[in-house]
């Protein structure tokens, strides 16, 4: 029998999004990005289900947060919707948010579960984006603002800050692949809004460092890049691919600095974006103290077969092409790829080459449809969920022996919620949420993981 310890006082608990979870949004904060798109574009959302339907966190905190603290949180991710807090992006601060937010933090502290706030989980507050999103340098100005207001009132209690939550998808959804808004396809456009959105996190970097106490980091889901083969071709498209999807930011952040040649391949290709002389000095001397990350698959990767699709003009053919490896292993619900070992992977990447940064993992979960097919005796018996979770945990325990600062793992997530354009297809939670009466019943994996968490481990 193998005795999986974790390291003394890791973090287990969840995380969690304010425009998924929260609710109640309709004239108690300003709009987001997805209310226009929503209004605009209803039908690409599943089953017709917008940001207004969530889980209603907004009015059942206290009794989601008894119930982390049953099922052993220690720790818990949330995100501060900045269209709550400012509606609008800038100006007045919207008192009831302020209340809001107040009470959460509290109630979370009451229960001995420590706050890890995120100031940006894809939510642009429609009014900022309609004057250019990131890529208007007065965004970054109001984001810093903003991220001034929520340090002022929650920093006394909040001591785990995060700039952003996974800033490539924004990027790559709402710039190249069209799955949000603005649905702009346009790979130029995409680096440019990347770049700002670096620039912003380490302005507030800057800002908190210079006035309060605590740590900042930022939460990036990175994706391990395999190449089909050991063929120089196919380990050049993996590279690419890595410098994209995972270096972009991961460099900046951890080291202050982006990829030599990262740079040289931009500008091979006339791709590089507008910069300012201060940014380089702002991005190197600013960086985080800790880094969240999210693992759910990796990508696999081969180099360019066929010539640019003209319906998809933002894979030039000097990018790369991914590729579906032969018996890999498929949650099926989802169209994700299982790989455990990915975790292990950037653990050991994150130690020997960004300094072993203290790191946690901030998502991991496993998105299943109809789970009511595995209800038995009243309750969803997700077996799949607690292998899903104790093989990655498998893969972090190793990480860690081997000296990886890994210090925590949070699920996605606490209670089945909204997703972006998912809606309620796939269930993630501990807790499933009946979207009509809101009633939240605990899964067998609730069960499962206060053990584990009370153990500080598991045997096997
Ligand atoms: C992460 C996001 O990318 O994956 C979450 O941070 C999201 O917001 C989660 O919900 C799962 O993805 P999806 O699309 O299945 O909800």
Redesign the pocket.
């Known amino acids: 029998m193998v005795d999986y310890k974790f390291p003394k006082d890791f973090w287990w608990g969840s995380a969690a999004?304010a425009t998924?979870t929260e609710g109640s949004h309709n004239g108690i904060t300003g709009e987001t990005v997805w209310d226009r798109w929503f209004s605009e574009a209803s039908n690409r959302f599943f089953d017709g289900v917008g940001p207004g339907k969530t889980s209603d966190f907004y009015h059942r905190y206290k009794e989601d947060i008894k119930n982390m603290k049953d099922i052993g949180h220690n720790s818990f991710r949330m995100s501060i919707s900045w269209a709550r807090l400012i509606p609008g992006g800038t100006g007045e601060v919207n008192q009831d948010a302020i209340d809001f937010y107040n009470a959460v933090i509290d109630e979370l502290l009451a229960q001995d579960i420590e706050p890890f706030v995120n100031l940006f989980?894809f939510d642009m507050p429609i009014e900022l984006q309609d004057k250019g999103g990131w890529e208007n340098r007065e965004v970054i100005d109001a984001y810093a603002d903003y991220a001034k207001v929520a340090f002022d009132l929650f920093g006394d209690r909040v001591n785990k800050w995060f700039t952003f939550?996974?800033p490539i998808?924004p990027v790559e959804g709402g710039y190249l692949y069209d799955f949000h808004y603005p649905n702009v396809v346009d790979a130029k456009r995409a680096i440019q809004v990347a770049y700002n959105t670096m620039i912003a996190h380490a302005r507030v970097v800057k800002l908190y460092h210079a006035n309060y106490e605590g740590d900042i980091g930022i939460v990036l889901?990175l994706t391990p890049s395999y190449p089909r083969s050991q063929n120089p071709a196919d380990l050049k498209a993996a590279h690419i691919c890595d410098l994209f999807f995972n270096r972009s930011f991961l460099d900046p952040a951890v080291l202050g600095e982006y990829p030599e040649d990262l740079i040289d391949l931009l500008e091979e290709h006339g791709q590089l974006p507008e910069t300012k002389v201060q940014d380089k000095e702002l991005l190197k001397n600013n960086i985080i103290d800790i880094l969240g990350v999210?693992y759910?698959q990796p990508r696999r990767v081969k180099a360019k077969e066929y010539l640019p699709n003209p319906y998809a003009p933002f894979m030039p053919d000097w990018f790369f092409d991914n590729y579906e490896m032969p018996g890999r292993k498929m949650n099926v619900y989802?169209g994700w790829e299982i790989y455990e070992k990915g975790v292990y992977d950037i653990m050991i990447n994150l130690k020997e080459n960004y300094n072993n940064i203290p790191s946690f993992i901030s998502?991991n979960g496993m998105?299943v449809q109809n789970e009511e097919r595995f209800i038995k005796d009243g309750r969803i018996e997700d077996d799949y969920r607690i292998d899903f979770i104790k093989e990655h945990l498998k893969w972090i325990h190793k990480a860690a022996e081997e000296g990886c600062n890994v210090k925590g793992y949070h699920l996605?997530t606490f209670m089945d919620n909204w997703?972006?354009m998912?809606a309620y297809k796939?269930r993630?939670g501990f807790f499933a949420v009946d979207i009509e009466t809101g009633e939240r019943t605990a899964k067998k994996s609730a069960s499962w993981i206060r053990d584990v968490s009370k153990q500080n481990g598991f045997n096997e």
């Open positions: 999004s998924q989980h939550n996974e998808v889901n999210n759910y989802r998502e998105g996605w997703s972006w998912n796939n993630y």
